[in-house]
């Protein structure tokens, strides 16, 4: 669970991560190797499924 982060469709504040792997991969857009992607992650409501925020695991690679 994350601290101080409350849903806002619905409130609560129990807030889980997810991982997206495999075809959720983002790359650089000027990049075609898939090694050097990175997965996203998400915070997402566990009562609403209400994904609150998402980002790259590495974002250096993105620069
Ligand atoms: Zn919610």
Redesign the pocket.
């Known amino acids: 669970m994350i601290e101080n982060k409350v ?6 504040k ?1 807030i889980g991560q997810g991982k997206q792997i495999g075809h959720g991969k983002m790359l650089p857009v000027n990049n075609t190797f898939m090694s050097l992607g990175s997965n996203i992650v998400a915070d997402i ?6 994904i609150l925020e998402m980002r790259v695991e590495k974002p250096h690679k993105f620069k």
């Open positions: 849903c806002p469709k619905c409130r609560s129990e409501c566990t009562e609403c499924g209400y």
